[in-house]
């Protein structure tokens, strides 16, 4: 078993910043990568990115590329999501999620374990 514990979110003016942490515990040891999905009110969850947890190789949806930076801090066994230049379509709850796998990343169906979520939203 693996828990996820996101934290960070809140209320933001477009333009403005928030920096989301999610702290892993448990077996850990077998994770590829750590994931970041997601959901605004009535849509699906989507990709936001991942991030691999050995070599901290990333991957970002285009909707967030140049804007969101993916990190991890291994001896903490967090990762970290920095979200500059926030627009109001950014609002949603955000998920971390862990993988054992490599494949489906983008997916959600690539993961194995999920946070709760915690709420961003970006005021216009």
């Known amino acids: 078993q693996v828990q996820l514990v996101e934290s960070g979110g809140g209320l933001v003016q477009a333009g403005g910043s928030l920096r989301l942490s999610c702290a892993a515990s448990g077996r850990t040891f077998s994770t590829y990568a750590m994931g970041w999905f997601r959901q605004a009110p009535g849509k699906e969850r989507e990709f936001v990115a991942h991030?691999?947890?050995?070599?901290?190789?990333?991957y970002y949806a285009d909707s967030v590329k140049g804007r969101f930076t993916n990190s991890r801090d291994n001896a903490k066994n967090t990762v970290y999501l920095q979200m500059n230049s926030l627009k109001p379509e950014d609002t949603g709850v955000y998920y971390c999620?862990?993988?054992?796998?490599?494949?489906?990343?983008?997916?959600?169906?690539?993961?194995?374990?999920w946070g709760q979520g915690t709420q961003v939203t970006v005021s216009s």
């Open positions: 991030i691999n947890w050995s070599v901290g190789s990333t």
């Open positions: 999620a862990q993988a054992t796998g490599r494949i489906n990343l983008i997916f959600r169906q690539g993961y194995d374990y």
